[in-house]
């Protein structure tokens, strides 16, 4: 059995941030049934690039969200349509929705609504601002809360504030979305009481700027861009090699003199200027000891030669391009690439990061299309036949 197997999740969320959450939970075993409106779907299945499989393509952003997914279609905009979600929440554990705050209880859909027909329900919510608050109601993508919450001000190069590339916020919402439901889930498993799971992009994305807060609060700094350098420790970051960059991150005593003495100059050790961590962290110093040397020793070696040198006696990894990183020994030693399917067609993408001792994880290899399970779903949780699912799709509510 797999940690979550039993478990019942509908899953009306979409893009990234809530289907990323549903997804790791399925590869945990949870039944993810992902519910679309017929007319309007999961929009991803129309990103680029496609997988085609003869006439037919999926989109790989999807599948790569979506994989050990069933999918039904349901227009919640009906009346006949809200009806059926709610015999369907009588027998589910767990709804994920991600739309903005009020449009599920303006439906008549909201956790206030649900918690009356199943009271052990786990509701989880992600938004862009969060179910209250002044900001509630404004739409949000991922870049909302990258820049409200500080963490846009804080990257790129010095003067030019630059969004981190990748959708860091949503990312960060779908973590900390799947360990609030987690832990309500348990909370109902103990006293029969389910609740509401909020969970902002703005708020997550706050919760992943480092020391920033109190480096104001305390230290009255207000964190710029820095580019690949860190705003205390030294040397931590980006240094040229003779064919690219690679990170070091040599800034403790013992992790210095362990490069001191690799490039044959352990007299520096002795240096009363950058004799210990502390001063090494003084820019000053750094820049005019300790950077010139770190660019002189690196200039002389390919990335490759400083990994195989280093990388087992200090914190010193290649920098590497995608297409490098789907070549890396321990990333492929980890199965952290998989092969997503589509019909023939296979691709790869990426394999989950929990690995578990006792109940391994193996994510199915495909993501559904537009309500494939319907006919199977809608009889086992309701009991319709085909006649009947026939008439709720001419009626405009499958």
Partial sequence: MKPLEGVTILDLTR????????????????????????????YTRAFTPY?????????ASFLQYNRNKEAITLNLK??????????????????????????????GLGYQDLKELNPKLIYTAISGFGQSGPYSAWP??????????GLW????????????????????ATFFATIGTLSAYIHAQNTGEGQLVDVAQLD????????????????????????????????????????????FGGYTDRFWKTTCEYFGEPELLNDPEID?????????????????????????????????ALADKVPLTS????????????????????????????????????????????????????????AEIYAEFLGYHEQKLEELHQRGVL
């Avoid at 349509?81 to 009020?102: C, H, M, P, S, T």
Wanted: aromatic letters at 8%.
């Fill in 140 to 149: 949000a993508y991922d870049n909302s809360g990258q820049a409200l919450s």
């Fill in 276 to 308: 210990t961590m502390p001063k090494r962290f003084i820019l000053e110093t750094y820049n005019r000891k300790v950077l010139p040397k770190i660019n002189e020793w690196f200039s002389r070696y390919t990335s490759q030669e400083l990994q195989d």
């Fill in 51 to 59: 997988i085609e499989d003869g006439e037919k393509r999926m989109s």
């Fill in 78 to 107: 009906e009346p006949e349509g809200k009806a059926i979600f709610k015999e369907l929440v009588k027998k589910a554990d767990i709804v994920f929705e991600n739309y903005r705050a009020g449009v599920m209880d303006k439906l």
């Fill in 153 to 172: 001000s804080m990257n790129g190069m010095p003067g030019s504030p630059t969004r981190i590339g990748t959708i860091i916020g949503d990312e960060a």
């Fill in 15 to 42: 893009v990234v941030a809530g289907p990323y959450s549903t997804m790791i939970l399925s590869d945990l075993g949870a039944r993810v049934i992902k519910i679309e409106n017929p007319d309007d779907p999961d």
């Fill in 204 to 247: 997550s994305s706050l919760a992943l700027t480092e020391y920033a807060v109190v480096n104001y609060t305390v230290g009255g700094q207000v964190q710029q861009p820095l580019g690949n350098d860190h705003n205390l420790c030294r040397p931590y970051g980006m240094f040229e090699t003779k064919d690219g960059h690679v990170f």
């Fill in 319 to 374: 920098i590497n391009s995608m297409d490098k990183v789907l070549e890396d020994p321990q990333l492929n030693y980890r199965n952290m690439f998989i092969d997503g399917k589509y019909g023939d067609t296979s691709v790869k993408v990426f394999g989950t990061p929990i690995k578990m001792s006792r109940t391994p994880l193996e994510p199915s290899q495909r993501a559904p299309e537009i309500g494939e399970n319907n």
